[in-house]
C-alpha cells in the first residue's frame, strides 16, 4: 500500500523534537491541535501547517521557520 502525502513530513522538525524530548501532545498543546491532527501535519498528511501553528512553535522553542518549515535552496 502506498501513502499519498499532500505535504512533505516535517522531518528536520521531527528530528528537533527527537533531540529535545518534546513530545507530540506536548507540541500539541503549544499549538492549540489535538495530537493526532498534529501527527498527520507532521507526517504530510491532511493540511499543511498554518503561518500561525508555525509562528506558535518557533516561538516556544526557539526554532527558525525558515529551517524547520520552509525549503529555501535557492540557486
Known sequence: MTVTRK???KLKLKGYMMEHSISQGDMALVV???TAHLNR???GNGVDFTATEIEKICL???ISAD???FNLNVS
Do not use: D, H, Q, R
Open 7 to 9: 505535504f512533505k513530513p
Open 60 to 62: 516556544e522553542y526557539c
Open 67 to 69: 529551517v524547520y518549515f
Open 41 to 43: 501535519k507532521l507526517n
Open 32 to 34: 492549540g491541535l489535538s
